[in-house]
């Protein structure tokens, strides 16, 4: 019967510290994932709440449904944003995924 089942030996105790390998990998890959994903999104995202904070009338900026339009109003949640002339759009200050360097509109 030996002959298509192995037997089983007991194995010897691992030397103490054995186990520390596995620990120290994942430790290295959360520190890695931190400085490649996080911190970068973390940074921009900074940047983009500082720059909606910033917004005030006259900016040309462009939101992220892809209007572009020059700011004539704004108040704490949102701005209005002239996308033609005489056609204003009302929309949330988060929605503004960047500004443009003034005279754009006119170039466009």
């Known amino acids: 019967m030996d002959l298509l089942i192995s037997s089983a030996w007991a194995a010897d105790a691992p030397p103490p510290g054995a186990g520390l ?10 520190i890695v994932f931190y400085f490649l994903l996080i911190r970068p999104q973390q940074k921009r995202a900074k940047e983009h709440a500082q720059m909606v904070t910033a917004l005030g009338n006259g900016d040309e900026v462009v939101t992220a449904g892809g209007l572009l339009g020059k700011v004539t109003d704004s108040s704490d949640d949102f701005l209005s944003v002239e996308v033609a002339d005489g056609v204003v759009v009302k929309v949330q ?13 006119k170039n466009a």
């Open 93 to 105: 200050r988060n929605t503004v995924a960047r500004t443009l360097p003034k005279g754009t509109i």
């Open 21 to 30: 390998g596995p620990l120290l990998m994942l430790g290295l890959f959360f």
